[in-house]
């Protein structure tokens, strides 16, 4: 059993950190790593990358949006709760290296994978520009640990409720335009990480995206989790989650991600059903 | 020496015992055991027939050299708890063995009643001895050593790491299992269906085990939580690497990518470890495909085609680019699924799949084959009859055409020697790997092959893994 230690709500309640006692995992994971967490006996696996861990505490710490039933059952765990199953670290690390100047791109609960990432960047001496977006203000996550993990902020808003008005993509595109950006990181929901690797990819920006496609074991055994890179099959689990996302097929990954939508759909509507009649 | 000829004419009267089953067109749609198991009554009556030869073939036919007659003998006696206690002193899983084994070209292929009609049953036999125990057995445990004070991981718990496991904790090691799912038991739990074996006792023999004193932990990923030279900064004195085959093969084909096209570790994963066909009353969905087709002949390809039926399906099809004849499968599991309505589809290849605008399979397109000359494998090789393209409708598409080497591990552990096709080099009578206090054996050092010989290659590890405790390297 994998105590939760410590939780919190953002984004009017649709996304929730945990703090998890694992301390076999929290000694060996490194940023860009994922763990799969099962809440139960029933549960399903649930791939998620890590925002943060703590070696001396023996914690790692996930921030998952409510999406479906899984994730609406994760919600209910309550500091003292524990989820039944916690597996890894999983997937390769990020290759971190001083290039010069980066950008790390993230949205949604993107953000919370890309925090580490980030902070890595640049202690190892790059010079960081993030930009963060999200749909609304009060759906933003992680504005202030962005801002110590960085040289520089920005925040994009869809409705223009908070910083500047308009996709990430449209900041990116002035720091891309002064031409001394030698590496770019995003991470975000796939049609996100789609445009901003288009955009890099006029300006010949190697960009790297971590990618959360559907799993089952994490440990290259199923399959499940296939993306085409570069015309070739890779495994997310083991040959990723990181990839080069010039080379990757955003369109195929987002309609594999449906795979199962219309029973995730009627799995979640029951689960808020019940839910919401005790 | 007149009483054994009075005594076979006598044998020669009883049919062998048929195993009862559930009927074909109710069991095509639960996921209820198919064979319910003997009786107290067939047992008896099938152990009359055994000849109690004095040079058993069966014997020499099993992997882990089970006393075959002896234990039969018992049955015979109606001494089951005895019977028992003789199956445990060469095998520790009789239960899954009785069940999953391929008795045909093992035990019963070599039993002397098979020259000139049916061999001995032993299969069922074992089935029932170790069920008997299940259902009204004392629980006893058999004896253990003193301990020795020597540690031992096993890595994966598979029927070879469960082996290894059951034969050191006897010896009087201290032994911990390291299974990387969240429940252990390998392939035996992701793998085979419950229709086949049923994941209660699975549970029960690894709970046998841990009452004998094995620790089992589960959700550790070796090569990832921990790795290999870890183990022994841990202090174990010897670990066994029996993490299985592991890696999927696909067809490479086009379209391999289309949503409803998975691979057949995938499918029975969901089915079997994630118990999908209770959805919803699980979070863990499985497609539901109307019109299947499954890649392969194997006995996973039989357990993905009877699976599909038991979810639903109208149509399940085999599709084998060979002929029945070179079909991997065992007889049994072939009858089996035939029995359930699946259709064959043989001298067959598919070479493209198709899809819709939505990225779901619609079909694929197939070419006809023939057999030429022998290959490698001393099957005939099958080539595509030129021009002879058509296409087959599905909605489903299980890819069952075996499994490599997962590098998980090996490829964290550089000084592990690997072959060619990235399995672990090891001795074939010890297990011993190129790494000090390292073993390995199953599907990781052969290839995928089978759950008995899997625990063939685990019981002469854990010969070898003993000496080198009280002996050295």
Known sequence: ?????????????????????????????????????????????????????????????????????????????????????????????????????????????????????TRALKEIGNHVTCIIGARTKDLLILEDRMKDASHELHVCTDDGSYGHHGFVTDVLKEVLEKGETQQAVAIGPVPMMKFVSLMTKEYNVPTLVSLNPIMVDGTGMCGGCRVSVGGHTKFACVDGPEFDAHKVDFDELMLRLQAYCEDEQSCYNDFCTIRDSK | MAEPVKKKKKTEKIPR?????????????????????????????????????????????????????????????????????????????????????????????????????????????????????RENGTGELPPKAEPTGKKVAVVGSGPSGLTVAGDLIVKGHDVTVLEAFHKPGGVLVYGIPEFRLPKAIVAQEVNFLERLGVNVECNAVVGRTVSLDELFEEGYDAVYLGVGAGLPRFMNIPGENLVGILSANEYLTRANLMKAYLFPEVDTPIPIG????????????????????????????????????????????????????IEFFLLTNPIEYLGDDNGRLTGMTCLKME???????????????????????????????????????????????????????????????????????????????????????????????????????
Not at chain 2, 380 to 394: A, K, M, N, Q, T
């Open chain 2, 290 to 341: 109307k019109d299947v087709v499954v890649l392969g002949a194997g006995n996973v390809a039989m357990d993905s085609a009877r699976t599909a039926m038991r979810l639903g399906a109208d149509k399940v099809r085999i599709v084998y680019r060979r002929s029945r004849q070179e079909m991997p499968a065992r007889i049994a599991e072939i009858h089996h699924a035939e029995e359930e309505g």
């Open chain 2, 371 to 473: 057999l030429g000359e022998p290959d490698d494998s001393g099957r005939r090789r099958p080539v595509p009859i030129e021009g002879s393209e058509f296409h087959l409708d599905c909605d489903l598409c299980i890819v069952a055409v075996g499994s490599g080497a997962n590098p998980l591990l090996t490829a964290s552990t550089p000084d592990l020697k690997l072959n060619q096709w990235g399995y672990i080099e090891a001795d074939q009578e010890t297990g011993k790997t190129y790494k000090k206090g390292v073993w390995a054996g199953g599907d990781i050092v052969t290839g995928a092959a089978t759950v008995i010989l899997a625990m063939g290659a685990g019981r002469k590890a854990a010969d070898s893994i003993h000496d080198y405790l009280m002996l050295g390297w």
């Open chain 1, 1 to 117: 059993m994998f105590k939760i230690v410590n939780r919190e709500e953002m984004s009017d309640g649709t996304v929730v950190l945990n703090d998890i006692e694992a301390p076999m995992i929290a000694r060996k994971a490194k940023p860009g790593q994922f763990v799969i967490l099962k809440a139960n006996e029933a549960g399903e696996r649930i791939p998620l990358t890590m925002a943060e861990t703590d070696p001396e505490k023996g914690t790692v710490t996930v921030i998952y949006q409510v999406v479906g039933k899984s994730t609406a059952l994760f919600k209910t765990l309550q500091v003292g709760d524990s989820y039944q199953d916690v597996i890894g670290p999983l997937g390769k690390a990020t290759h971190i290296e001083k290039v010069g100047n980066v950008i790390c791109v993230g949205g949604g609960t993107g953000i919370a994978v890309l925090h580490p990432i």
């Open chain 2, 17 to 133: 015992v048929a195993m009862p089953e559930q009927e074909a067109d109710v069991r095509a749609r639960n996921f209820l055991e198919v064979p319910t198991g003997y009786t107290r009554e067939m047992a008896v009556l099938e152990a009359q027939r055994c000849l109690q030869c004095k040079k058993p073939g069966c014997v020499a036919g099993c992997p882990v050299n089970v006393d075959i007659p002896g234990f039969i003998q018992l049955i015979k006696e109606e001494k089951f708890t005895e019977s028992i206690r003789n199956l445990w002193g060469k095998n520790s899983l009789p239960a899954v063995c009785g069940r999953v084994c391929p008795q045909e070209i093992q035990c019963e292929g070599l039993c002397i009643l098979a020259k000139k009609g049916d061999p001995v049953a032993i299969g069922n036999l074992e089935r029932f001895a170790a069920d008997w125990e």
